[in-house]
């Protein structure tokens, strides 16, 4: 997606952020989640997961106009 949102000019950018907070993620999520498996029910585990998803989606919405509407002024 970083490619796709990321406005030409700057792809090389969004990557690198994005290379990075997934380093970030492989590093400290196991150690949280191990955590989190040993003092919470999974149900509980699960609806976490499915929150945090749902937000990650909702952010991409206002990237999503503003990629359109880069994409309708170039078309013009």
């Known amino acids: 997606w970083a490619t796709k949102l990321a406005p030409a000019e700057h792809v090389a950018e969004y990557m690198g952020v994005h290379i990075f907070l997934t380093g970030l993620r492989g590093v400290f999520v196991p150690f949280i989640a191990f955590q989190l498996a ?14 945090i998803m749902t937000l990650s989606g909702l952010l991409l919405i206002p990237e999503f106009f503003a990629y359109r509407k880069r994409n309708e002024q170039g078309k013009d």
């Open 38 to 51: 040993a003092g919470m029910p999974l149900h509980s585990i699960g609806l976490i997961g499915a929150g």
